[in-house]
């Protein structure tokens, strides 16, 4: 076995651990979480209508009903396949921590939110003999959906950072440079937003709005505060490019991406079909691990690095972009 092809299995052996690491620990909080949300409502059971009130379709009457045990069984059924799919996300594509970090604080999040509803929602039915007559709370839906928010983004801080992985390879021949004299200094700079993105965020505001009204639950507007904020955090960048190599941040300043000049092995152009490649818009994680800030189709800057990860970033200009990350990655062996 060559040099580098062991390097590159000992680098495989330690992404793969570090995603079933990643995938126990938080999966073992959110299991925690549906399990305490289970016995609550179990214990409840001698206080509560049957069969309960299991969902609501549009305002505050309930349409449909279940038994406890069918009640308990949906939430955990649910949340095992939601689980299930967050680690296999890390299991099978978790390379970088950005990757595990999504496992991380999707696990909690979406236990969270189970847990918060059905707790909730239950609650809300202690002591009536029939769950016909029960009222769902306007503040249940938006307190689920923004207090699991907070042990999230513990948990994704919890992911350590990828540690620092120097390539020992040259920058393939065919790679574009730009002509730069030993110690002239460049730097590369554009912004990169999302049209549809942008446009299906707004979409989905106005939709929060109208439902509050229809429904009169004035609660939910608070969801509206969290979707300004995802739009300001996942549909524009700055890319910057210099001689520490490439920065990716959000116009928010979280969440943002860092690649070392000495980690690069080649930068290049590529073109890019959101949903083919990467399932939609936003912060992505597409074929083979890639991971993709994916604003738009077309013209976008992929950057391959040690460890076999890479990021693409669609943006304009993604040739002098390539060039010039190629040319630093090049100084950066030099240095070493």
Request: net charge positive; hydrophobic share 50%.
């Given at each position: 076995?060559?040099?580098?092809?062991?390097?590159?299995?000992?680098?495989?052996?330690?992404?793969?651990?570090?995603?079933?690491?990643?995938?126990?620990?938080?999966?073992?909080?959110?299991?925690?979480?549906?399990?305490?949300?289970?016995?609550?409502?179990?214990?409840?059971?001698?206080?509560?209508?049957?069969?309960?009130?299991?969902?609501?379709?549009?305002?505050?009457?309930?349409?449909?009903?279940?038994?406890?045990?069918?009640?308990?069984?949906?939430?955990?059924?649910?949340?095992?396949?939601?689980?299930?799919?967050?680690?296999?996300?890390?299991?099978?594509?978790?390379?970088?921590?950005?990757?595990?970090?999504?496992?991380?604080?999707?696990?909690?999040?979406?236990?969270?939110?189970?847990?918060?509803?059905?707790?909730g929602s239950t609650a809300v039915q202690r002591g009536l003999a029939d769950a016909h007559h029960v009222v769902l709370p306007g503040w249940l839906l938006p307190t689920a959906m923004l207090a699991p928010l907070i042990p999230a983004v513990i948990a994704a801080f919890l992911v350590p950072a990828d540690r620092h992985q120097p390539s020992a390879s040259r920058i393939p021949e065919g790679a574009p440079q730009i002509p730069l004299g030993a110690s002239a200094r460049a730097v590369w700079l554009r912004r990169t937003s999302s049209g549809p993105g942008a446009a299906i965020a707004v979409g989905s505001i106005l939709l929060v709005v109208v439902l509050s009204i229809v429904l009169d639950t004035p609660g939910i507007l608070a969801l509206v505060a969290v979707l300004i904020l995802v739009l300001g955090a996942t549909l524009a960048f700055r890319v910057r490019v210099d001689a520490t190599g490439l920065t990716v941040r959000s116009l928010l300043g979280f969440p943002s991406t860092r690649i070392r000049a000495d980690e690069v092995e080649r930068a290049s152009v590529i073109d890019v079909s959101p949903l083919r490649d990467f399932g939609g818009w936003g912060w992505r994680v597409g074929h083979g691990g890639r991971t993709g800030i994916v604003l738009r189709s077309g013209e976008a800057l992929l950057v391959e690095q040690t460890g076999g990860r890479s990021l693409v970033i669609t943006v304009e200009d993604a040739a002098q972009g390539a060039a010039l990350l190629n040319t630093m990655a090049v100084r950066a062996r030099g240095r070493g």
């Amino acid at each position: 076995m060559s040099t580098r092809t062991a390097r590159d299995a000992d680098t495989d052996v330690a992404w793969r651990r570090r995603a079933v690491i990643t995938s126990i620990w938080s999966s073992a909080i959110a299991l925690a979480l549906l399990i305490a949300a289970a016995v609550i409502i179990w214990s409840w059971r001698d206080q509560l209508p049957h069969p309960l009130a299991s969902h609501w379709s549009g305002g505050s009457a309930p349409d449909g009903f279940s038994g406890h045990t069918s009640f308990i069984t949906f939430m955990g059924a649910t949340g095992l396949g939601c689980i299930a799919l967050f680690d296999a996300i890390a299991l099978f594509s978790g390379r970088t921590a950005a990757t595990l970090r999504m496992t991380a604080a999707g696990n909690v999040w979406i236990a969270g939110l189970l847990a918060t509803i059905a707790t909730g929602s239950t609650a809300v039915q202690r002591g009536l003999a029939d769950a016909h007559h029960v009222v769902l709370p306007g503040w249940l839906l938006p307190t689920a959906m923004l207090a699991p928010l907070i042990p999230a983004v513990i948990a994704a801080f919890l992911v350590p950072a990828d540690r620092h992985q120097p390539s020992a390879s040259r920058i393939p021949e065919g790679a574009p440079q730009i002509p730069l004299g030993a110690s002239a200094r460049a730097v590369w700079l554009r912004r990169t937003s999302s049209g549809p993105g942008a446009a299906i965020a707004v979409g989905s505001i106005l939709l929060v709005v109208v439902l509050s009204i229809v429904l009169d639950t004035p609660g939910i507007l608070a969801l509206v505060a969290v979707l300004i904020l995802v739009l300001g955090a996942t549909l524009a960048f700055r890319v910057r490019v210099d001689a520490t190599g490439l920065t990716v941040r959000s116009l928010l300043g979280f969440p943002s991406t860092r690649i070392r000049a000495d980690e690069v092995e080649r930068a290049s152009v590529i073109d890019v079909s959101p949903l083919r490649d990467f399932g939609g818009w936003g912060w992505r994680v597409g074929h083979g691990g890639r991971t993709g800030i994916v604003l738009r189709s077309g013209e976008a800057l992929l950057v391959e690095q040690t460890g076999g990860r890479s990021l693409v970033i669609t943006v304009e200009d993604a040739a002098q972009g390539a060039a010039l990350l190629n040319t630093m990655a090049v100084r950066a062996r030099g240095r070493g």
